[in-house]
């Protein structure tokens, strides 16, 4: 495994010549990750399958800010077949200090969506499924997997709200966003908390 400095993160990034897993918690990577990697938060059952769904590649380096998270993602991906290049477990101090690119995806409550709707494009990234519960009105309805193939149907010029379930999901889909150049936002708890405090719905349906 090689020794990496942040320079040598900084030329892997640009390259694309490993994927750069963020396997920190999905509200540190919204808070703000670095430009290009991708978020898959380390957990000790199953995340190896996790990240050979997400990814095609048997090599990746490992983000964190946690030694111990890292040697015990290290692990687990090695014990599953893959690879792991290097781990970064420093965290996102010396990247800012280098003056490279972050992203960051800002949090809205139920509540604060409610009472400036009109303000924002609400993208629903569940399953068709899910939105049979109901979908926020206006919301327009797009599964976080073709959310790459939509983006011609999202103007840049206004502030995106993303919601899914349960907020994790809508964390992915806004960070998705925020790294294209859009103003995007995640509600926090998601479509629970929004039906939980009697927030007006649209009915959906497939038929």
Same mark, same amino acid.
């Given at each position: 495994?090689?020794?990496?400095?942040?320079?040598?993160?900084?030329?892997?990034?640009?390259?694309?010549? @490993?994927? *750069? $897993? !963020?396997? /920190?918690?999905?509200?540190?990577?919204?808070?703000?990750? =670095?430009? %290009?990697?991708?978020?898959? &938060?380390?957990?000790?059952?199953?995340?190896?399958?996790?990240?050979?769904?997400?990814?095609?590649?048997?090599?990746?380096?490992?983000?964190?800010?946690?030694?111990?998270?890292?040697?015990?993602?290290?692990?687990?991906?090695?014990?599953?077949?893959?690879?792991?290049?290097?781990?970064?477990?420093?965290?996102?101090?010396?990247?800012?200090?280098?003056?490279?690119?972050?992203?960051?995806?800002?949090?809205?409550?139920?509540?604060?969506?409610?009472?400036?709707?009109?303000? @924002?494009? *609400? $993208? !629903?990234? /569940?399953?068709?499924?899910?939105?049979?519960?109901?979908? =926020?009105? %206006?919301?327009?309805?797009? &599964?976080?997997?073709?959310?790459?193939?939509?983006?011609?149907?999202?103007?840049?010029?206004?502030?995106?709200?993303?919601?899914?379930?349960?907020?994790?999901?809508?964390?992915?889909?806004?960070?998705?966003?925020?790294?294209?150049?859009?103003?995007?936002?995640?509600?926090?708890?998601?479509?629970?908390?929004?039906?939980?405090?009697?927030?007006?719905?649209?009915?959906?349906?497939?038929?």
């Amino acid at each position: 495994m090689m020794t990496l400095t942040v320079e040598h993160l900084k030329a892997i990034l640009e390259s694309n010549q @490993f994927p *750069v $897993i !963020d396997i /920190r918690l999905i509200r540190a990577f919204a808070e703000e990750h =670095i430009a %290009g990697s991708q978020s898959l &938060p380390f957990r000790q059952e199953g995340w190896a399958a996790l990240v050979r769904q997400a990814i095609t590649e048997p090599s990746v380096v490992l983000f964190t800010d946690n030694p111990r998270l890292g040697t015990a993602a290290k692990e687990a991906w090695e014990q599953a077949g893959g690879t792991v290049v290097a781990v970064w477990d420093q965290g996102l101090g010396p990247w800012k200090q280098l003056g490279a690119a972050t992203v960051q995806v800002k949090p809205v409550t139920v509540d604060e969506l409610a009472h400036r709707l009109e303000a @924002f494009s *609400v $993208i !629903d990234v /569940r399953e068709p499924y899910e939105w049979r519960s109901g979908i =926020i009105p %206006g919301a327009k309805t797009i &599964p976080l997997g073709t959310l790459s193939e939509r983006l011609a149907e999202l103007p840049k010029d206004r502030q995106h709200v993303v919601v899914c379930a349960h907020g994790n999901r809508s964390l992915t889909g806004a960070a998705f966003l925020a790294e294209r150049g859009y103003t995007t936002f995640s509600v926090l708890g998601g479509m629970a908390l929004w039906l939980g405090a009697g927030h007006p719905i649209d009915r959906w349906s497939i038929d």
